[in-house]
């Protein structure tokens, strides 16, 4: 037999990171990626309908000043069958809103190995990588890859002028009333 | 046997997919683990079950009993941890197998042009005439990595063989 091939884990010094779960399924996310986490009735609250076809995991949109907020269904994008999510992470530097069940905790991480080769569809724009915590291995998600630039690209030419959907955009509420939390 | 006969002898591993039995080369295999929690989590890779960790590695768990015996394994008892190469890449990967594993010295019968990309070779243990497995066309990998490249480095097929009848 031969010697065993080298590590593929890049080693971190400590990343934060938020589990959270969608139906039973845990994934982790780093939480310096997450702008908000809110409720998502406060922020579907201020949401409008979109229909793009061929993006089924976005139902709704949130306008903010210049920016257009995407809301995704994780359930959805992931194929896992759960209950729409009650939880709202506004991703930073994206335009996608995650919807999720609910966070499981918030912890550390201090190794993040590579997706394996074998995995070579769609995955690998989903995670960053895999994790091992307590003996369980999460996946990593990768904030970007909610939406894809030819998903953006459809939910833009799907969206409504800005004039019609003025009337529903949505104006950032205190955070006690919210239950909104900022993070970083 | 003469010196130069043992010379073409060459190490694999026999192992069981339900009732077939088929080889891989020893040197492109890493060890035989006990069954271990199988980690799911969602993805596309049609062939690939989830992730075992082992030695504090995460390990792509790939069921290749499908493809080559025509059902999924119902009852497993180890998996053989296998080297994939990707290019200059090479990775662990579990295969699901029933039943122990045995190291055998054999001479390879290469492929021929007629044989499907997985099969790396023939050999002959015990009266039977066992597929060698060539897992890089076998598992999943990105395209870039050109699967079928072993296929097409086969060495000429062996005259010898070619009066053997094939399970």
Redesign the interface.
Known sequence: MPPTAPLKSVPLREEQIILFRIGEQLFALSSSSVQEVRSADSLSGGATEIDAPGVDKVRQFVRRGNNTLFLVSAATHFGISAPEGILAFVLRNTRTALLVDSIEKMTAMTCLQALPLSFCHEERQWYRGLTALDQTVVPVVRPEGFLSNEELMMLDAALPPPELSAGETEVKRDADTDLGTELN | MTVSAELELKSFVLLRLGERRFAVA??G???LVAPSRV?R?????AK?EG?I?R??????V?DVAEKLVGSRLTTRRFYLIA??R?GQ?????AIPVTGECELINSELNAASASDEPHVAGWLSHGGDVIEVLNLDAL?????D?GSSSAASQRPPVQKARQSEARP
């Open positions: 020893a040197d295999t890493a060890e980690f989590f969602p993805h596309k890779t690939i992730v960790l030695r504090r590695r995460i390990v792509p790939c080297l994939r990707y890449r090479t990775e662990w990967v598992t999943p990998g990105p395209r990595f």
